[in-house]
């Protein structure tokens, strides 16, 4: 049993081992966990230093974006050689994405932190599900598809 869940987490953990959205998803934690934590890190620092709510906002979620697109290109999807679009073009449309994500967390921090009244960065810790499962969908099926292989 142990060896099958050793099994089980190898083949969640290694790009070459996975390829379903089972594996990217739980790969995709990884990479998210670590954008998050530099959003967050910058988003708190620029609260500090007395940044307006929103700018800071869209300020962490730039830092974390660089980060995100990186390790997601090449971990989460991987077999880079197999995807659909070139680099340039996927950062188009991770660039989209992101101003979706970015869009969602503005939302809920206009709706919770400023109409409401609540801690901010409680609000935008309470974001992060949301823009989490739109990060894994478009990623999959919009940013880093790759062709079938019956198409190469």
């Known amino acids: 049993m142990l060896k099958r869940l050793f099994e089980l987490v190898n083949s969640l953990l290694r790009p070459d081992k996975s390829d379903n959205i089972k594996g990217q998803a739980f790969r995709q934690i990884i990479s998210g966990f670590t954008a998050t934590v530099v959003d967050l890190a910058v988003f708190k620092l620029e609260l500090i230093l007395g ?3 929103l700018l800071a906002a869209l300020v962490s979620a ?4 660089l980060v995100n697109f990186t390790i997601t290109k090449y971990y989460v999807y991987s ?5 659909k679009k070139r680099t340039r073009w996927q950062f188009i449309l991770y660039i989209f994405t992101v101003l979706v ?3 969602l967390t503005q939302l809920i921090l206009l709706i919770f ?7 901010p960065f409680l609000v935008k810790i309470g974001a992060v599900p949301f823009v989490y499962i739109w990060t ?3 990623g999959k099926y919009i ?6 292989k019956e198409e190469i």
Do not use: P
């Open 51 to 53: 940044v307006n709510v």
């Open 62 to 65: 730039g830092a974390s974006t």
């Open 79 to 83: 077999q880079v050689d197999r995807q």
């Open 101 to 103: 994500s970015i869009g």
């Open 113 to 119: 932190s400023i109409k409401h009244g609540f801690d």
């Open 136 to 138: 894994v969908l478009s």
């Open 143 to 148: 940013v880093f598809n790759k062709y079938s």
